[in-house]
């Protein structure tokens, strides 16, 4: 396998992310301010002044944004779901692209083409949705034999509200539709913050040389290992790495793969560096109330403490707890999200254990604010 660091930004994934903050009101600044918050003092003066001047330049985009018309298909298409995750930044935008996105091309007009063709070639053969998530939607092919449920049953299975699940229902029924509709939007937007995004690229130099570096010595597997609470399974495929513009400090690995697509693709945030561990376990009063939240609910206790001393999958779980595999994998997912666990890929299944430090964190969190003398 190799790593490609790409050094030209996704117009069309850029659009979306950029309309996605502009509609759910999430600036540049805020983000910028929770990064130097959480992990200012790792930074040194270079790099936090490099951070600033990136910022100021895509506020620009965000000036353009507050010139738009209102138009209520911006909700429904860029306005972030309510799931019960914190970390899950997902809408219909998103979904409908980043499922079938190859950010190998960067043109506007090419990349649609490529989204619709590749989502026409998916969706004109049977499938299985295996998860939903703010990477997209994860297909598999049935294997030979295998019962294939409706698309209802299917959707019916995810963590999902209803209008979501029907949102996910039309689009796939009719993708040629609902995707010409959402590019009404963006093409206009595109063409405007273009030329940001084109300044913003001269400052990030610095940033593609220094990943580049990176992967010349280190695996993604080192990486998400070191920066996240997962672990994965090295395989042969190659991984290309887009250097996100607008979604500043997010990072997005795509583990699932496509048969037209025999690659991986990692988002990694213009903010993000080496010197920044991203922890999934927060500790604001917030975070630390919907932590405890999740280990008050007695599937997902009964979940860590089966996985307290040795790693299991969602199949053995759900033989033993006498869940459906769909119930564990929703409450397994949330507990990663929360890193109260950490999965590593074994072969063809996902094998969880508790992240005991993590847990014990938490604990002594909660003991020194409630019984601090």
């Known amino acids: 396998m190799a790593n490609y660091v790409l050094r030209r930004p996704v117009l069309l994934y850029e659009t979306i992310e950029t309309l ?109 949705i295996t998860n939903i998530n703010s990477g997209g939607i994860s297909f598999r092919t049935p294997a030979e034999g295998e019962t294939v449920p409706s698309l209802i049953d299917q959707l019916e299975q995810l963590a999902l509200g209803e209008q979501y699940c029907w949102r996910i229902y039309k689009l796939l029924k009719d993708f040629p539709k609902a ?47 070191n ?16 250097i996100s513009l607008m979604a500043v400090s997010d990072i997005l690995f795509t583990y699932d793969t496509q048969e037209e697509k025999p690659f991986h693709q990692l988002y990694l945030g213009v903010l993000l560096s080496l010197n920044i561990h991203l922890e999934r376990l927060q500790t604001t009063e917030e975070s630390i109330c919907s932590l405890l939240r999740v280990l008050g609910d007695r599937s997902k206790f009964e979940i860590m403490r089966r996985i307290s001393h040795s790693s299991t999958y969602c199949q053995a779980l759900s ?14 997912s949330l507990l990663l999200d929360a890193g109260l666990v950490r999965a590593q890929r074994k072969e063809n299944r996902i094998y969880y254990v508790l992240e005991r430090r993590a847990l014990s964190s938490l604990l002594d969190t909660v003991k020194s604010m409630l019984l601090a003398e």
């Open 20 to 128: 996605y903050q502009w509609t759910n009101d999430i600036s540049v600044e805020r983000r910028k301010a929770d990064l130097f918050r959480k992990y200012g003092a790792h930074l040194n003066g270079e790099e936090r002044q490099r951070m600033e001047k990136i910022c100021q330049e895509l506020q620009k985009v965000y000036d353009i944004c507050d010139q738009l018309p209102e138009d209520p298909a911006m909700q429904y298409y860029f306005g972030k779901w309510e799931t019960e995750s914190q970390w899950q930044n997902i809408c219909l935008a998103k979904l409908m692209v980043y499922s079938f996105l190859d950010i190998r091309i960067t043109d506007f007009e090419d990349s649609l083409r490529q989204t619709l063709a590749s989502a026409e070639a998916r969706l004109s053969r049977p499938f299985l």
């Open 179 to 225: 995707l010409q509709e959402m590019a009404s939007l963006l093409k206009p937007v595109a063409q405007q913050i273009a030329p940001v995004l084109e300044r913003v690229c001269s400052l990030t130099e610095k940033t593609y040389n220094n990943w580049s570096q990176y992967f010349s010595d280190h695996s993604i597997q080192d990486l998400l290992e």
């Open 227 to 242: 920066v996240t609470n997962q672990t994965i399974r090295e395989d042969s495929l190659d991984v290309y790495i887009n």
């Open 319 to 332: 033989r033993e707890m006498g869940l459906t595999t769909a119930t564990i994998s929703r409450h397994m």
